[in-house]
């Protein structure tokens, strides 16, 4: 593959999948430019336990099999070398000096990079997708009664999705300056979901689908009786 063909795949890569693919790959060129500087005959260029544990040590908790594979089979940037019950090894199909020189002469990302910390507290934010759940939230909080399916979905939003956005607002206040958009965008969220709780707490719930499981029962009474 000709330098600008890299170059195009890699640009291409970057649009669908952001600062998660950049970090991935530099972190996954960098273990393979060490593991060279070792002299030690090895199954690839990197491995994935590796890679996980780099990720997770620079505050990224994230599986990237799914985006390797993607990577493998779509990109060919990289293929499996190795693979076994309890590990498996990738190589670049192209010299890593030309992968890292594509990365680089494209310029994306660098201002993100400069700052590994705020660079992860966006992935972790686009992660969690706040656009679908401002949308979601701002659906419920106009409807007039919510149904049981929308409480049942909110409850699970409220513990499982929101403490999340909790802990990256936190971790971003620490760059107010620098993530003013992100930190007012999981705010909105949170007051939605605050005045979604009031609608709940205040009885705002459409009783027609307890109404209707009540008939239904009565019928089913009735039934038993003829």
Do not use: C
């Not at 090895?42 to 990720?55: A, M, Q, S």
């Not at 498996?88 to 990302?109: Q, T």
């Not at 409807?143 to 409850?155: G, P, Y």
């Not at 958009?181 to 939605?192: A, S």
């Amino acid at each position: 593959m000709e330098l600008n063909a890299l170059r195009a795949s890699i640009l291409d890569a970057y649009h669908r999948y952001g600062q998660r693919f950049l970090l991935v790959m530099k972190i996954a060129i960098a273990i393979a430019k060490e593991n060279k500087l070792r002299g030690t005959t090895l199954p690839g260029d990197f491995d994935y336990k590796n890679l996980v544990e780099r990720l997770s040590a620079v505050g990224f908790s994230y599986n990237p099999s799914l985006l390797l594979r993607i990577l493998e089979k779509e990109y060919r940037l990289v293929e499996t070398s190795y693979k076994s019950s309890n590990q498996r090894w990738y190589k670049f199909k192209y010299d890593i000096g030309y992968v890292e020189m594509a990365i680089n002469s494209l310029g994306i990302g660098n201002e993100e990079l400069e700052d590994p910390d705020i660079a992860i507290i966006k992935i972790q934010l686009s992660s969690l997708r706040p656009k679908y759940w401002l949308n979601k939230l701002k659906n419920w909080s106009v409807k007039e009664r919510l149904s049981k399916v929308d409480m049942k979905a909110f409850e699970e939003f409220s513990f499982s999705i929101l403490p999340k956005f909790v802990k990256v607002l936190k971790r971003a206040e620490e760059y107010e300056e620098a993530l003013f958009v992100e930190i007012n965008t999981i705010k909105e969220i949170i007051q939605l979901a605050q005045l979604i709780a009031e609608k709940m707490e205040h009885g705002d719930v459409n009783s027609s689908e307890t109404h209707t499981n009540s008939i239904t029962l009565t019928n089913f009474q009735g039934a038993q009786h003829i």
